[in-house]
């Protein structure tokens, strides 16, 4: 049988349509952007074009949108250039963040850099906003916010225009990790209290190596990386045109189906979740799958036995893929840092993370289930 692929939250199959735009730019396509004559002049055109697409689909102003090489570069330059250019002294974010973000921030403090505090979570794993209102209250010096919009292990949703509400009210600068949200929702920039938020093309069928950094027009930061004048004399290095034409060409498509596409994952979350509850009554839930949370995302855990110890090994054998959390720390041996935060559950119990999209089926998820049965 073909693979059952349940892992969506930590890469998505690039969709044909993005790989028939982009092939052109693999080809014949191939000038420096840099470059004056016809074959540069080609490149800068989809770039520009590439970019004016996005920031109308995300409610920006063109000079606000800025290509990177993902979730990461993006995250990095606007927390490093909080504290460089902005003056931030102090960092308030929480444990349960992406590492491209927990762990710049940590790296900061360490060496001295800024302050940090952590919000507090509530027991389903929502930032507690009284906290936060409560650490932004008693600062001394600019304070950045760092908080992700979606949280990529369990897909509790963060709200924005409430937390960029009391930046604004206490003089913070607010960045969002919003890799889990970008391209599965839709989004107004202008209408939005944020001054940071990151995207990365292969969250929603679209390329890998190629991510988006929001800079509003409010702020004026230096750029990360040094060496050229490509993206406006933020980002040196030549620019990845096949990859920043394919990630605008997944939004534009992930933007024309967000209402049915959206719909029909979220169903496929729902029946997943009724279906765990009736075959294996035991299965708990992480975060707060049936309230506020990304319609994609499904984090349960089981008991921990002999069998389930290794279930993520057993599920590959039998053609099913899935994670235990973030795929970017697949390779380590402990566990989750987020589980470990929300501590919803003791420590027997296994978890495991299934994320949907448009590709899936329900027969997939009946296969999936009726296999975990079998090896818990």
Known sequence: MERIYLDNAATTPLDPQVLETMMPYFTSHFGNPSSIYSYGRESRMAIEKARKSVASLLGAHNSEIFFTSGGTESSNTAILAAIRDLGCTRIISSRIEHHATLHTIEFLHHTGQVDLDYVELLPDGHINLAHLEQLLKGKTGKCLVTLMHAN???????????????????????????????GHYPFNLQETPVHFITGAGHKFHGPKGVGLLYISDRVKIHPFIHGGSQERNMRAGTENVYGIVGFARALELAHENFSDHSAYIASLKQYMMEKLLQEIPETGFNGDPSGNSLYAVLSASFPKTDKSEMLLFNMDIHQVCASGGSACSSGASKGSHVIEALRQFSDDRVTVRFSFSKHNQKEEIDYTIDLLKKIL
């Open 152 to 182: 990529n292990e369990i897909g509790n949703l963060l709200n924005l225009q409430t937390v960029g509400a009391l930046c604004k009210q206490y003089g913070a600068i607010f960045h969002s990790d919003t890799v889990q949200t970008v």
